[in-house]
């Protein structure tokens, strides 16, 4: 349950933060010297430091924070969704050309969506089948044999005592049933872990096996290349192994396995992340943790990675700025959130899926091409060839994106 708690805490520092940035609805308007600076106010804020006139000293109050900044669903968010949903050009050029007070601003809206989407990820990806300690080694597991089999040795001198003297004060037999169950539930957890040693053991005999097998057939003038030995060899990330994949088998333990084998073979070009990659896949499922972990922690970078593709649409196109593109892209990121959450609730309901893969087919594509109409005022045709190739940088960004967290996560 780490990862729901990790995306959670994210969430509300997201909603704190949105809420900083979009500041608080002031209560009612109130005269006196202003409580900040002293200067004469009248109204809801002071016309010398723009703080509100009415302030509070509750426990309340500061719980309102939390909640506003987490649903800050006032009149600005009831006015900014529908328009992000059903008019993004109308949105974005509206809060680019100073209508702003009225819309909750790009930056505190895609906080709020992006988090709140990879809070419905932490579920979706279904953690409880995660195994963290799918990485043991064979004295952790020899560990946990030795434990066993003296929880199994106690259990059975209890038993022994229990049958040789019974308490006076008990149903007659019952001591000695419970003796009982107690060592059949230590001999169960003795025969698992005993039965987890002879796993690894017959994995590392057959991986044993393997690398001889194949120094054998390289002896011999075989058939075998191994891409690390080759000087023409591009860095890259190869696996040296001929045994097929166990029926029942996670790639997860294949991996792992290989790692403690020393038969996974990593050249990236940078010995730091090669070796980083090594131990990280001695447990692939904390490493896909850390990963995920950093997908969220980093998801700022979308915008950056995104905003040269964008730019590069309207190279030749007078009167736009960086500004106007990142507004567009922040607007366009928190729809693209919100389409992922729709769309992860719609999956859900198993007769409803094919409408979940329709809308992340088409969804997203007609949004992208109107929202490009409107913010930018183009025509049909200039709308449609920069969707597409929009459509095509999104993906290469999102794909350096992904690079990005992956070695973030597993050098963090």
């Known amino acids: 349950m780490s990862g729901e708690f990790n995306a959670a805490g994210g969430l509300a520092t997201a909603g704190l933060v949105a809420g900083a940035i979009e500041g608080r609805e002031p209560h009612e308007a109130?005269?006196?010297?202003?409580?900040?600076?002293?200067?004469?106010?009248?109204?809801?804020?002071c016309a010398n430091c723009g703080q509100a006139t009415h302030t509070e000293r509750s426990l309340w109050h500061l719980f309102q924070e939390v909640l506003y900044g987490l649903f800050n669903f006032d009149t600005k968010a009831w006015r900014t969704l529908p328009l992000l949903i059903g008019r993004p050009g109308t949105l974005t050029r509206n809060y680019?050309?100073?209508?702003?007070?009225?819309?909750?601003?790009?930056?505190?809206?895609?906080?709020?969506?992006?988090f709140l989407m990879f809070f419905v990820f932490s579920f979706a990806r279904q953690p409880d089948d995660m195994n963290l300690g799918s990485g043991s080694t064979r004295a952790e597991l020899n560990t946990d044999l030795a434990e066993a089999r003296a929880d199994l040795a106690k259990a059975q001198r209890e038993q022994a005592q229990a049958r040789a003297h019974p308490d006076p004060d008990e149903p007659a037999g019952?001591?000695?049933?419970?003796?009982?169950?107690?060592?059949?539930?230590?001999?169960?957890?003795?025969?698992?872990?005993?039965?987890?040693?002879?796993?690894?053991?017959a994995a590392a005999r057959a991986q044993a096996a393997a690398a001889a097998a194949r120094q054998a057939q390289a002896q011999t003038g075989g058939v075998h290349f191994n891409a690390s030995n080759d000087p023409t060899h591009t860095p890259g990330v190869s696996v040296t192994t001929s045994e097929p994949p166990r029926a029942?088998?996670?790639?997860?333990?294949?991996?792992?396995?290989?790692?403690?084998?020393?038969?996974?073979?990593?050249?990236t070009g940078w010995p730091l992340l090669d070796q980083r990659i090594r131990e990280k896949a001695l447990n692939p499922d904390l490493a896909l943790y850390k990963i995920g972990d950093a997908a969220?922690?980093?998801?700022?970078?979308?915008?950056?990675?995104?905003?040269?593709?964008?730019?590069?649409?309207?190279l030749w196109k007078r009167g736009l700025t960086l500004y106007d593109h990142t507004v567009f892209?922040?607007?366009?990121?928190?729809?693209?959130?919100?389409?992922?959450?729709?769309?992860?609730a719609v999956i859900a309901i198993p007769f409803t899926r094919m409408l979940g893969v329709?809308?992340?087919?088409?969804?997203w594509p007609v949004h992208t091409f109107f929202h490009l109409k409107g913010a930018y005022k183009l025509g049909w045709w200039s709308a449609l060839w920069r969707m597409f190739f929009l459509s095509v940088f999104a993906l290469i960004a999102l794909l350096i994106y992904m690079f990005v967290i992956v070695v973030l996560g597993l050098t963090e």
Do not use: H
């Not at 109130?30 to 804020?45: D, H």
């Not at 029942?248 to 050249?267: C, H, I, M, P």
């Not at 366009?332 to 959130?337: D, H, I």
């Open 96 to 114: 680019v050309y100073g209508k702003r007070a009225s819309y909750v601003s790009p930056l505190a809206l895609f906080l709020l969506c992006v």
């Open 30 to 45: 109130g005269e006196g010297p202003c409580l900040n600076c002293g200067a004469p106010t009248s109204g809801r804020f």
């Open 174 to 201: 019952l001591e000695a049933r419970l003796a009982q169950q107690q060592v059949d539930l230590a001999q169960v957890q003795v025969t698992r872990s005993q039965q987890a040693l002879d796993r690894f053991d």
């Open 248 to 267: 029942g088998q996670r790639w997860q333990d294949q991996l792992s396995e290989k790692a403690r084998n020393g038969t996974l073979n990593v050249d």
């Open 329 to 344: 892209l922040l607007y366009g990121l928190s729809f693209a959130s919100l389409l992922f959450v729709a769309t992860m």
């Open 296 to 314: 969220y922690k980093y998801s700022f970078l979308l915008v950056p990675i995104s905003l040269p593709f964008l730019a590069f649409l309207f």
């Open 358 to 363: 329709w809308l992340v087919g088409l969804g």
